[in-house]
């Protein structure tokens, strides 16, 4: 194992909003979760401002904890047919900025609308995965309307374990790339004030669910430096084995 597989901890550089790890943490039963508690709201020396979990109170919402593996650590995995999701426990405001790095993979591109990341308002933010007219797109969405959307090939991440990342980078411009080559699509004029985000479903749910495998999920309440970003895209490239 590497040195930076060994020491790195994203709650020791800025204050955290939410860290996800399929490795602890996880209450299931029957193989299903039903809560899965954030690891910064136990230890976050820099500061921590967000939910303690993200749970699913209905029994067939649950996604499933699979046996199978993703480079040695294991796998949630979210299946559309049974509309799984899981939202977090409270209501809780992101202050502006913040970034997102998610570990996930999408085994189908789906062919309507379905949400990796959806927050509780239809004024918030969202990600969103969609094939129109045979094309293959991820689309950020604030306020109701999509904002940008991403085409290119190069990230769009059939079938494959990937790292997306959404920045806000202050509460009026929002950046929107996936790692494997940064291009760092800028938006301007976007206002964002989320209250509360489900994974696997848009708004208050079951709603557009997206069928995807999840590993892990940081959430930064801050833009990060470049040198953060690097950091933190690094550490899960190398944890999950990650190519473009």
């Not at 399929?22 to 020396?45: C, G, H, L």
């Not at 979990?53 to 979210?78: A, K």
């Not at 047919?81 to 189908?108: H, R, Y």
């Not at 997206?210 to 490239?237: C, K, P, W």
Request: charge should be positive.
């Amino acid at each position: 194992m590497s040195q930076l597989l060994q020491q790195f901890n994203p709650t020791n550089y800025q204050p955290i909003w939410c860290w996800l790890t399929t490795q602890r943490n996880i209450t299931t039963v029957s193989d299903k979760v039903s809560t899965w508690i954030t690891v910064a709201n136990q230890v976050a020396p820099n500061g921590y401002n967000g939910p303690s979990s993200f749970r699913m109170t209905t029994v067939g919402s649950r996604p499933f904890l699979t046996g199978d593996t993703y480079n040695g650590y294991p796998v949630i995995n979210f299946n559309t047919g049974s509309t799984n999701w899981l939202t977090n426990d409270v209501v809780t405001l992101i202050a502006q900025p913040a970034t997102f790095f998610i570990v996930a993979k999408i085994p189908v591109w789906p062919t309507s609308q379905s949400y990796l990341l959806g927050s509780r308002s239809s004024t918030e933010t969202h990600i969103r995965m969609i094939t129109s007219a045979g094309v293959k797109s991820i689309s950020l969405r604030v306020g109701g309307s999509t904002v940008k959307t991403v085409t290119d090939t190069n990230y769009i991440k059939e079938n494959k374990w990937a790292v997306y990342i959404l920045s806000v980078t202050s509460a009026t411009t929002t950046s929107f790339f996936t790692v494997n080559d940064n291009p760092n699509l800028s938006i301007s004029s976007v206002s964002n004030s989320p209250s509360g985000f489900n994974l696997g479903s848009r708004f208050t749910g079951p709603s557009l669910n997206l069928t995807f495998d999840l590993a892990e999920m940081i959430v930064y309440s801050g833009a990060v430096s470049s040198n953060l970003q690097t950091h933190t895209y690094n550490y899960l490239r190398e944890k999950y084995n990650i190519t473009p």
